[in-house]
């Protein structure tokens, strides 16, 4: 009997080690949540999703499942208001059924912050949009257009004061329930003037990292800010 008694005595106090040791299981899921809304990527000017390949990554080592991300591809030489966003919103609408989600978060780079904005403020997309992020996006125009837009309408509609930033910029800059954010860099040689990115009543950040425009889809500490963000309710 008292060897019985010593080896469930041993028992029990290894299983108590195990449990101390062992990581609590709010830990374990602090990463990601179990189901994270869809995050559709969207590039910006004469590019394509794959140049998300990295901050995917970095979002799936996190914990977000392949199958919450999603890359929007568009022709860059259309029109924001007229056509892209429409597109936009169809592309949306098909993430959200195939996900079963009731919302989805926008991650834009440079020119896609555009149609994403006019999506959300003219196309009802804040109803189905919880966060949208705006990295080195031409919020408020970039000089640096003009040198493209006689032939190319995604560039005219960079331009400071075109007919899709008026329109995007009168009154409220960040319309609905939508939370948004913004990171810009005073190193962006293609955003004149850089902080053009920031959004009244956006979490604006700059950068403390000297980043060219196209280091925002790569930097690490970017990712981890937009993962930030988007955690929040």
Not at 27 to 41: E, K
Not at 95 to 108: E, F, P, R, S, Y
Not at 124 to 146: D, E, F, R
Not at 166 to 177: A, D, I, M, V
């Amino acid at each position: 009997m008292r060897r019985r008694h010593g080896i469930a005595t041993v028992s029990a106090f290894y299983a108590l080690l195990t449990l101390a040791t062992a990581a609590p299981p709010a830990q374990a899921a602090a990463q990601a949540p179990a189901q994270p809304n869809p995050v559709i990527f969207i590039h910006g000017r004469n590019a394509d999703p794959g140049v998300w390949g990295r901050m995917q990554a970095d979002f799936t080592a996190a914990g977000y499942p392949t199958d919450r991300l999603f890359g929007w591809s568009y022709d860059t030489a259309q029109s924001s208001n007229e056509v892209l966003a429409a597109r936009l919103s169809a592309y949306v609408d098909d993430v959200l059924a195939q996900t079963h989600a009731a919302k989805a978060d926008i991650v834009a780079h440079s020119l896609g912050s555009l149609p994403s904005r006019w999506y959300l403020e003219f196309g009802g997309g804040t109803a189905k949009t919880a966060h949208w992020v705006s990295l080195a996006g031409p919020n408020h125009g970039t000089q640096i257009a003009w040198l493209c837009a006689l032939w190319d309408q995604g560039c005219k509609d960079m331009t400071p004061d075109s007919y899709v930033l008026r329109h995007l910029n009168q009154g409220t800059e960040t319309p609905g329930p939508t939370r948004y954010a913004t990171w810009w860099s005073s190193c962006d040689e293609q955003i004149t003037p850089a902080v053009s990115t920031e959004l009244a009543g956006a979490a604006n950040t700059r950068t403390a990292a000297c980043l060219r425009h196209n280091d925002f889809l790569t930097d690490p500490t970017v990712s981890q800010g937009v993962r930030d963000f988007l955690a929040t309710p």
